[in-house]
């Protein structure tokens, strides 16, 4: 997550939705303030946190990134399950994401059943995204720089139909969202 009080944005970040770029790339204008609210908080985490260091969010602009659900997936399996051999990830990952380790994307931009970003982004149009941002905040930094993938998104050679039908299950108000933008 980035908070800049001195910019008046806030970027809440699901998991694989390039966190760590984004929270390294905004640094240089956000002394120890984004630390406060964590990582990949969610928007209930983030209000108790800005409760608790008296933050006050009411008037700062709240973005949120999403990602394709079956890419961030595939994205969090690499990951998480890198040191294994092929077969093993895939059982580990399938039963990891049934657990539901990982947070649908929605309790990121959505909070008592309504939109609580006010502008969310497609992770996969990030470099535009943040410029957008910048221009909105009047923000001054060198153009963000994406990094590619390392690895290809051949669903099926990754995921069952199973974990697939999950996927778009669980994540179906992300899908709409996201061709909704």
């Known amino acids: ?9 806030l970027i809440l ?19 120890s303030e984004q630390y406060k609210l964590g990582w990949h908080s969610d928007v209930n985490h983030t209000i108790r946190q800005s ?24 994205s969090m399996f690499h990951m998480t399950y890198r040191y294994y051999d092929l077969s093993e990830r895939k059982s580990k990952f399938k039963a990891s994401l049934m657990s539901k380790n990982m947070l649908p994307m929605k309790k990121y931009y959505k909070y008592n059943n309504k939109i609580w970003a006010d502008e969310i982004f497609k992770f996969e149009d ?5 410029k957008l941002i910048n221009q909105a ?19 099926k050679e990754w995921l069952d139909v199973e974990t697939i039908n999950y996927i778009c299950d669980r994540e179906k108000e992300t899908f709409k969202l996201i061709n909704s933008i």
């Open 137 to 155: 905040h009047n923000i001054d930094l060198p153009e963000f720089q994406v990094r590619s993938s390392d690895y290809d998104v051949n669903y």
């Open 1 to 9: 997550m980035v908070l800049s009080k001195k910019y008046n944005f």
């Open 51 to 74: 409760q608790k260091y008296k933050i006050n969010l009411k008037n700062i602009k709240k973005y949120c990134f999403v990602r394709n659900p079956i890419d961030r997936a595939i």
């Open 13 to 31: 970040s699901p998991a694989k939705t390039a966190t760590k770029a984004v929270f390294t790339y905004y640094q240089s204008i956000n002394q």
């Open 126 to 130: 990030l470099k535009n995204s943040i």
